[in-house]
């Protein structure tokens, strides 16, 4: 796949998510029970008791609602503070991320020469999904305190849509920063690749100039000892000559 289309893949799947999880927190019915009681061969339901990250309401039969919003931050249960602060955060990571992922994007003209760039679409990749982690987190908190109840004398709550909606989110948030990582790390491989490709020319070439340099020592040599032989010569033959030549005077 080409490095622009995955980033493109990526920031519309990044898009998406941080749009799920926002809607979640939004939406109501995070937890949702119903009480009732037997009327004859059904069950006749007699009111809805649903509560958010914001307020607890409850339903009766005639669609009236009451509701109880919850009055400052640190008034409701501590589950509910932990949800808020990690959902919030991973929101705040994700804008963090699409700005990086869009200064650092190849469609784009902004965020200075290549390196910077891929540096930071690496940065806000990861981003993305430490964001995507941090929802999920959150939701995963809510969903275990809603399963403790259950199993409680109380209302036995259900978990709602805003959960699974957020979950999808999450997930969402973590493919994009994972086409985002990719995207970069395919083009850190390729100029990986080409640098190797550069040293081993580099090192043939030296050989190849190495080479003659080589031959003209071994010819110097040859040339040096036949020189040298050819002195030898001359001079045994040198002083042979005389000694031939004193028989014949006497």
Same mark, same amino acid.
């Given at each position: ?29 995070? @937890? ?82 290549? @390196? ?50 957020? =979950? ?19 083009? =850190? ?16 070439? @030296? ?31 040198? @002083? ?11």
């Amino acid at each position: 796949m080409h490095i622009r289309v995955q980033q493109i893949w990526g920031f519309l799947q990044t898009v998406l998510g941080w749009i799920f999880i926002a809607c979640s927190l939004a939406m109501e019915g995070w @937890k949702v029970a119903a009480t009732g009681g037997q009327g004859g061969s059904a069950v006749v339901i007699v009111a809805w008791h649903w509560s958010n990250l914001w307020r607890a309401c409850s339903t009766d039969a005639n669609g009236v609602s009451n509701c109880y919003d919850f009055p400052v931050l640190w008034s409701v249960e501590r589950y509910i503070q932990i949800v808020r602060a990690l959902l919030m955060t991973g929101m705040a990571v994700g804008v963090l991320g699409f700005i990086l992922s869009m200064v650092g994007m190849e469609c784009t003209y902004i965020g200075g020469k290549e @390196k910077e760039k891929n540096r930071s679409i690496f940065i806000g990749g990861l981003c993305h999904c430490s964001s995507g982690l941090l929802a999920a987190a959150g939701y995963g908190v809510y969903a275990w305190h809603v399963s403790a109840e259950y199993f409680s004398f109380d209302l036995q709550y259900d978990l709602g849509t805003p959960l699974f909606l957020g =979950w999808a989110g999450c997930l969402f948030q973590i493919c994009g920063g994972i086409f985002y990582l990719l995207s970069v790390q395919k083009v =850190w491989s390729e100029e990986n690749s080409s640098a190797l490709y550069l040293m081993v020319s580099d090192e043939e070439g @030296k050989l190849l100039n190495s080479t003659p340099i080589i031959s003209d020592l071994s010819i110097k040599s040859k040339v040096s000892t036949l020189s040298e032989l050819s002195l030898l010569t001359s001079s045994t033959v040198s @002083k042979i000559s005389p000694r031939a030549q004193q028989p014949s005077s006497v």
